[in-house]
């Protein structure tokens, strides 16, 4: 699939990893246009070149303006915090949930739906595949997993669309002071700048990090295959993880990162956080099966560029 010309419209572009994204489909030559209100995004991000719509995916004409004429949808945009979405149901009800759903019910063209690990809730086998059960916590995961199941039940009269299961995405551009901001974004700040580490438990919780150009990748070949082959793609009412099938402990992450930073980083240790899950460890094999998609970029690497880019 030749993503040159095509018109592709990005919910939540300005995010971190919509901007990413933006930034691909525009260097591989699509028109680029994404919809985002800035509550966590940042236009600062979204590179020269992409059509902006400053608004909410709540509003139903900016929405139809951006949807119009367009030939995929990546749709990432949502309240990405669980503390915001448990704070503010009815809002995230109405962004993560009834605007997710006017997407898929008005779109003529592929949808691709960033979709969450958060819709397993604590996993009761590890590693986690996309059969294990969905037994979300918290309003966020409850909402997530609406929008996947709609998707994964959908028939072939519909519009072409797959679900996308992220695990714990890190990479550039994530705001370590923001509060949708991974653990990883944190601890590099605070590495960086000589501050002390603050691990929640006894860093022996354990994460699947994937890097952000992986998360691209995938995003880019599910829309790839939709667009070919429509309703008939594998990808089509399905779901994916994407996640790389190599947890790490958050007490090896500090290792790691001391011995880039090339000196040992002070950690404090407090209290776990409520509703935190012990362990976390996908397995993508549905995905790499399906299509030519390999996590290329090692927590080794990502951390090394990361520290390098904040120094
Ligand atoms: C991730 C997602 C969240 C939801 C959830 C579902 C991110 C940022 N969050 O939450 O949206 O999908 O998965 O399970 O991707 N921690 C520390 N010190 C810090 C910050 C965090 O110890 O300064 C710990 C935290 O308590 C947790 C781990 O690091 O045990 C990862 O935290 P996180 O917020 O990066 O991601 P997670 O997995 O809780």
Not at 108 to 116: E, M
Not at 119 to 137: A, L, S
Not at 226 to 254: K, R
């Amino acid at each position: 699939m030749e993503w040159a010309g095509k018109r592709v419209f990005v919910t939540g572009g300005a995010g971190f990893i919509g901007s990413h994204l933006s930034a691909q489909l525009l260097s591989l030559g699509a028109h680029v246009t994404v919809i985002d209100d800035l509550s966590a995004g940042d236009m600062e991000r979204v590179p020269n070149g992409v059509s902006i719509i400053e608004g909410c995916i709540t509003d139903s004409a900016s929405l139809s303006n951006g949807m119009q004429g367009c030939d995929a949808i990546f749709h990432l945009a949502a309240i990405a915090s669980v503390p915001l979405c448990e704070a503010d149901p009815a809002w995230s009800d109405k962004v993560n949930l009834q605007a997710s759903l006017e997407i898929i019910s008005t779109a003529n063209c592929p949808v691709i739906f960033a979709s969450s690990a958060a819709i397993y809730g604590e996993p009761v086998e590890i590693p986690i595949t996309e059969n294990h059960p969905i037994t979300p916590v918290g309003y966020y995961g409850h909402q997530k997993a609406a929008i996947d199941a709609t998707i994964c039940s959908l028939g072939s009269q519909s519009t072409p669309a797959s679900a996308l299961r992220f695990f714990n995405v890190y990479g550039a551009g994530q705001d370590p002071s923001s509060q949708y901001s991974g653990v990883l974004s944190i601890f590099i700040e605070r590495a960086s700048t000589g501050g002390h580490i603050t691990i929640f438990g006894d860093g022996e919780q354990t994460r699947d990090f994937i890097h952000v150009s992986d998360v691209v990748q995938a995003l880019l070949l599910v829309g790839s295959s939709l667009l070919d082959d429509g309703v008939s793609s594998p990808a089509h009412a399905s779901a994916f993880n994407i996640c790389t099938g190599s947890p790490v402990t958050l007490n090896e992450v500090v290792e790691v990162i001391s011995s880039q930073v090339g000196r040992e980083v002070t950690v404090a240790y407090e209290d776990g956080r409520d509703g935190d899950i012990k362990h976390s460890s996908g397995d993508s094999t549905k995905l790499q099966s399906t299509f030519d998609w390999r996590p290329e970029t090692s927590l080794t690497d990502g951390l090394s560029s990361l520290i390098s880019q904040s120094n």
